[in-house]
């Protein structure tokens, strides 16, 4: 839908009004004529007003305090992006594959006009949020796009550890990053592969987590890592989260690898938050096993993914389910707990399977592609 025009012309048929009048003899009639178009001047203001996202030569922002969420594009995570395959695997053979498995997203729109969020509203099937349920209070632009980046850091590890568990694959935990002026900066460093914590022996990065978050901020925790090949032992003082003074942080972004020499690589710029989980775990198993998982048919789907398997819910999905139905999607891989969302409204011919767990979507993909009934999500 088109923005309507800024009512810049208005002022050309009251001066040839003017004009004529004057040229009758009317004294009067320039008069109310006058007084017509001052009247009106609020009204172009406004009109004009409701277009801008900021006061002309000021920083004075005109933006409405809502978000318009909508459909965003799909990935193909078996497929390319800028010439850079979207899950790239290192150090072992890869099957072929066919068909898609399809990561979706939601594409949200900030600093809207009036005349914006009102177009979004009428013109689209966006929904118009509070800003405050994509920038919480207090909290800045920035720090949500870092804490999205740290999300979808988080949910690749996850996605490689919960694939190497299908797999029946070993895996460790590895340094990722170490923050910037975090009690981690010296005694840690990146591909540090972590072993121990307190003594006890960790493979994922939640045991970690798990083992840190037992303490309190300013305690202390011992490390082994293995450093290129030598055992290192190290302390942290905790320092406070960002988020919470009462939780206490190491300092670090962490990883999982195989332990054999093989490393899985998400290549997705851009794209914050935890929901591609799922999909990323289920094209590693795709690459790393032999046939098609998807039966070389078109799936698309969304959901966050544990270490241990578990599928949960995501934010958005009737926007997702909305993406895959415009985009010749066959199967949809949904969230038990994200059903009655996913099906509240129109998704045409699309199939709305029901997963729990990474084991729920490899089934649902063979029952398909084998023509037996799948477990759907309900209205």
Same mark, same amino acid.
């Given at each position: 839908?088109?923005?309507?025009?800024?009512?810049?012309?208005?002022?050309?048929?009251?001066?040839?009004?003017? @004009?004529?009048?004057?040229? /009758?003899?009317?004294?009067?009639?320039?008069?109310?004529?006058?007084?017509?178009?001052?009247?009106?001047?609020?009204?172009?203001?406004?009109?004009?007003?409701?277009?801008?996202?900021?006061?002309?030569?000021?920083?004075?922002?005109?933006?409405? !305090? %809502?978000?318009?969420? @909508?459909?965003?594009?799909?990935?193909?995570?078996?497929?390319?992006?800028?010439?850079?395959?979207?899950?790239?695997? +290192?150090?072992?053979?890869?099957?072929?594959?066919?068909?898609? $498995?399809?990561?979706?997203?939601?594409?949200?729109?900030?600093?809207? &006009? $009036?005349?914006?969020?009102?177009?979004?509203?009428? =013109?689209? +099937? /966006?929904?118009?949020? !509070?800003?405050?349920?994509?920038?919480? !209070?207090?909290?800045?632009?920035?720090?949500?796009?870092? &804490?999205?980046?740290?999300?979808?850091?988080?949910?690749?590890?996850?996605?490689?550890?919960?694939?190497?568990? %299908?797999?029946?694959?070993?895996?460790?935990?590895?340094?990722?990053?170490? $923050?910037?002026?975090?009690?981690?900066?010296?005694?840690?460093?990146?591909?540090?592969?972590?072993?121990?914590?307190?003594?006890?022996?960790?493979?994922?990065? *939640?045991?970690?987590?798990?083992?840190?978050?037992?303490?309190?901020? =300013?305690?202390?925790?011992?490390?082994?890592?293995?450093?290129?090949?030598?055992?290192?032992?190290?302390?942290?003082? $905790?320092?406070?989260?960002?988020? +919470?003074?009462?939780?206490?942080?190491? *300092?670090?972004?962490?990883?999982?690898?195989?332990?054999?020499?093989?490393?899985?690589? %998400?290549?997705?710029?851009?794209?914050?938050?935890?929901?591609?989980?799922?999909?990323?775990?289920?094209?590693?198993?795709?690459?790393?096993?032999?046939?098609?998982?998807? @039966?070389?048919?078109?799936?698309?789907?969304?959901?966050?993914?544990?270490?241990?398997?578990?599928?949960?819910?995501? @934010?958005?999905?009737?926007?997702?389910?909305?993406?895959?139905?415009?985009?010749?999607?066959?199967?949809?891989?949904?969230?038990?707990?994200?059903?009655?969302?996913?099906?509240?409204?129109?998704?045409?011919?699309?199939?709305?399977?029901?997963?729990?767990?990474?084991?729920?979507?490899?089934?649902?993909?063979?029952?398909?592609?084998?023509?037996?009934?799948?477990?759907?999500?309900? !209205?």
């Amino acid at each position: 839908m088109k923005l309507p025009p800024e009512p810049s012309a208005q002022s050309d048929p009251s001066e040839h009004e003017v @004009g004529r009048a004057h040229d /009758d003899g009317d004294r009067a009639a320039p008069r109310r004529l006058d007084t017509a178009l001052w009247g009106a001047v609020p009204v172009v203001v406004l009109a004009s007003l409701m277009v801008m996202d900021h006061v002309p030569f000021t920083d004075i922002s005109l933006a409405v !305090p %809502y978000a318009a969420e @909508g459909p965003g594009p799909m990935f193909d995570t078996l497929g390319e992006v800028e010439g850079e395959q979207v899950v790239s695997i +290192d150090g072992a053979d890869t099957d072929e594959t066919a068909g898609e $498995l399809n990561m979706t997203t939601v594409s949200v729109r900030t600093n809207m &006009s $009036l005349a914006q969020a009102a177009a979004r509203w009428v =013109g689209t +099937d /966006d929904d118009l949020v !509070p800003i405050e349920q994509v920038f919480p !209070p207090n909290v800045s632009e920035e720090d949500v796009q870092k &804490s999205n980046e740290a999300a979808f850091l988080m949910s690749e590890s996850a996605a490689t550890v919960a694939a190497m568990h %299908y797999l029946g694959a070993e895996v460790k935990v590895v340094v990722a990053e170490v $923050l910037e002026g975090s009690p981690a900066q010296g005694p840690l460093q990146a591909d540090d592969v972590i072993t121990h914590v307190d003594g006890r022996e960790v493979d994922q990065p *939640g045991q970690v987590q798990d083992l840190v978050r037992a303490k309190k901020p =300013g305690e202390e925790v011992a490390l082994t890592v293995d450093r290129g090949g030598h055992e290192e032992h190290v302390t942290v003082t $905790l320092a406070e989260s960002d988020e +919470d003074p009462h939780v206490p942080q190491v *300092g670090i972004l962490m990883t999982s690898a195989p332990v054999e020499d093989i490393k899985v690589n %998400y290549n997705l710029q851009d794209v914050g938050g935890p929901s591609a989980g799922m999909m990323f775990s289920l094209a590693v198993i795709d690459k790393l096993s032999p046939g098609e998982l998807n @039966g070389g048919r078109v799936v698309a789907g969304t959901g966050t993914i544990a270490e241990s398997g578990e599928v949960g819910p995501i @934010g958005g999905i009737v926007h997702k389910v909305e993406a895959a139905e415009e985009n010749g999607v066959e199967l949809f891989l949904a969230p038990s707990s994200n059903c009655a969302e996913a099906m509240s409204r129109d998704r045409g011919d699309l199939v709305v399977a029901s997963v729990d767990t990474l084991e729920d979507a490899v089934t649902a993909m063979e029952d398909f592609t084998a023509g037996r009934d799948v477990k759907t999500c309900q !209205p």
